[in-house]
């Protein structure tokens, strides 16, 4: 069963790196992407960076969807900024409230990222479509699960297209978000993320700073590993294909996977699900 695909990755600070996920990208497109997404660090830090990216992607022919966040933002610099991506050919923004970087005070004049989404409505019009973020296990910083399942619905109704889940490995929490989103009258797809298993201290490092629930059992058995990277690899294939399975017979929108600028679990990933086109 096909299944909409896309990739995220985050902008090289080196030239080796940029060299490192062009091929990269290169291998990924053998799946047929339905677009590729590029982050933006805290407070526009890799502005310069995420839009080379971009740039790059739509000059090899596949649609990119710039990350945007607005936190500390004036609506000025937005307004340019978003009028900049348009003239590039960006079709498709991840709309995100973001972080500032330490040391910054609050300011700007955006607080929410449904604030965003409601200022690009009104300057753009249909020009982009809207991708939004949702956490299926609660946003770190929200108060209750129901405050983030409305703040989500506050996002959709400012006029989100579809929306990308934070990483999880528990499918049953995707299924209760999603219902419970629908109850509240949210229509729009929502696509889960997915993060392939192939470093764990990352993983857990990653999963401790955004919320993301690593079941014990999985922790467990990553941890009796230790140093066994071979293991660590197949153990996480495993369960991130098993995931994926589990998603899309159940009708999941599409997939959506954080590579981390790596290809080789990605498209490992895809073949065991006969995801990859024939050559």
Same mark, same amino acid.
């Given at each position: ?36 997404? $590029?982050?933006?660090? =805290?407070?526009? %830090?890799?502005?310069?960076? !995420?839009? +080379?990216? &971009?740039?790059?992607? @739509? /000059? *090899?022919? $596949?649609?990119?969807? =710039?990350?945007? %966040?607005?936190?500390?933002? !004036?609506? +000025?610099? &937005?307004?340019?900024? @978003? /009028? *900049? ?20 005070? @609050? ?5 929410y990222a449904s604030d965003l989404v409601a ?10 479509h809207i991708e939004v973020a949702a956490y ?144």
């Open positions: 069963m096909a299944v909409p695909l896309s990739f995220e990755f985050f902008p090289p600070k080196t030239p080796e790196g940029a060299d490192k996920l062009r091929a990269v990208r290169q291998r990924l497109y053998a799946a047929r992407p339905q677009f590729c997404s $590029v982050t933006y660090g =805290a407070g526009g %830090s890799t502005q310069e960076g !995420t839009f +080379a990216t &971009v740039a790059e992607i @739509l /000059a *090899e022919g $596949v649609p990119a969807a =710039a990350h945007f %966040s607005c936190i500390g933002a !004036t609506r +000025a610099r &937005v307004r340019a900024q @978003l /009028a *900049e991506l348009q003239a590039m050919g960006v079709r498709r923004l991840v709309a995100l409230r973001g972080d500032l970087p330490s040391g910054y005070g @609050l300011g700007g004049e955006f607080t200022f690009i409505r009104a300057e753009f019009d249909r020009a982009f299926p296990e609660m946003h770190p910083q929200a108060r209750s699960p129901q405050a983030d399942l409305q703040a989500f619905a506050t996002k959709v109704r400012a006029g989100a297209d579809s929306a990308i889940t934070q990483y999880f490995f528990n499918s049953d929490a995707y299924f209760r978000f999603v219902d419970e989103a629908e109850a509240l009258g949210v229509d729009i797809p929502i696509v889960p993320g997915i993060m392939p298993i192939t470093n764990a201290s990352q993983l857990m490092r990653f999963s401790d700073a955004c919320g993301a629930e690593i079941p014990r059992w999985i922790r467990l058995r990553l941890q009796s590993f230790g140093d066994d990277v071979a293991s660590i690899r197949a153990f996480g294939l495993d369960v991130v294909t098993d995931l994926c399975d589990q998603l899309r017979t159940a009708g999941a929108p599409g997939l959506h996977f954080y590579t981390m600028n790596q290809a080789d679990a990605v498209l490992t990933i895809l073949q065991r699900l006969d995801l990859m086109p024939l050559s």
